[in-house]
Every structure is written in structure tokens, then in C-alpha cells.
Nanobody
């Protein structure tokens, strides 16, 4: 059974830090682009950070310099280190794994895959 399970959310004061984890099971993340999205109440889901299979990273302008995405393929886990948190960072944070069709590691995959986790709540408030 394919699963993405996020953890590490909680309540933190402005300026504080949290580290989110996304543990994958039922598949290996090696060939997947892994991303963190967030959705605040009444707002659309937005892309926060992405790390590709070759470890290239991209960030939303609103989190650049404060958040760091990383991956540990051996642990089948992706992380989001969040520093200097602001109240506007309050949201449910979701993990996403995406892989297109094509050759990966010498094997051709005919079907694209896209998986989502259930999310973890992050609240930044004094």
C-alpha cells in the first residue's frame, strides 16, 4: 500500500523552527520529484519547495532563505526544515511525490505516478 505520512507539525512562536518529515512506504522515492505544498484556511494550495531526483531544489519566494528541503533516499524520507517562522506560514503542509513516465534506472515506466500525504498542521502564533 502506497503511503506518504507527514509528521513534525505543531504550534510554534514567531521566529521559531520546525522540521517536517514525510515518510514514504509502498514505493521508493529515488526516481521521484518530492515536494511540500501548503494550504491555509480559505486559500488555495501552494507549492512551498521541491527537490528533484538529482537533488536540485526550488522554493517559493515567500520561504527562500528560511526553509530547506532535503531527501534521504536510504530512509525513503523527505524533510522540510523551517526556520524564522512567521504567522503567515500557518497552514496544513502536504507532501507530494511525482514521477513521469520514462526510463529510470534502466527500467521504462509507462505510467506516471502522483501521490499525496494527508498533511500536518503548522501553526505559528504567540
Amino acid at each position: 500500500q502506497v503511503q506518504l505520512v507527514e509528521s513534525g507539525g505543531g504550534l510554534v512562536q514567531p521566529g521559531g523552527s520546525l522540521r517536517l518529515s514525510c515518510a514514504a512506504s509502498g514505493f521508493t522515492i529515488n526516481y521521484y520529484t518530492m515536494s511540500w505544498y501548503r494550504q491555509a484556511p480559505g486559500k488555495e494550495r501552494e507549492l512551498v519547495a521541491t527537490i528533484t531526483a538529482d537533488f536540485s531544489t526550488n522554493y517559493a519566494d515567500s520561504v527562500k532563505g528560511r526553509f530547506t528541503i532535503s531527501r534521504d533516499n536510504a530512509e525513503n524520507t523527505v524533510y522540510l526544515q523551517m526556520n524564522s517562522l512567521k504567522p503567515e506560514d500557518t497552514a496544513v503542509y502536504h507532501c507530494n511525490a511525482a514521477r513521469g513516465s520514462g526510463y529510470y534506472g534502466g527500467t521504462y515506466y509507462y505510467t506516471a505516478k502522483n501521490y499525496w500525504g494527508q498533511g500536518t498542521q503548522v501553526t505559528v502564533s504567540s
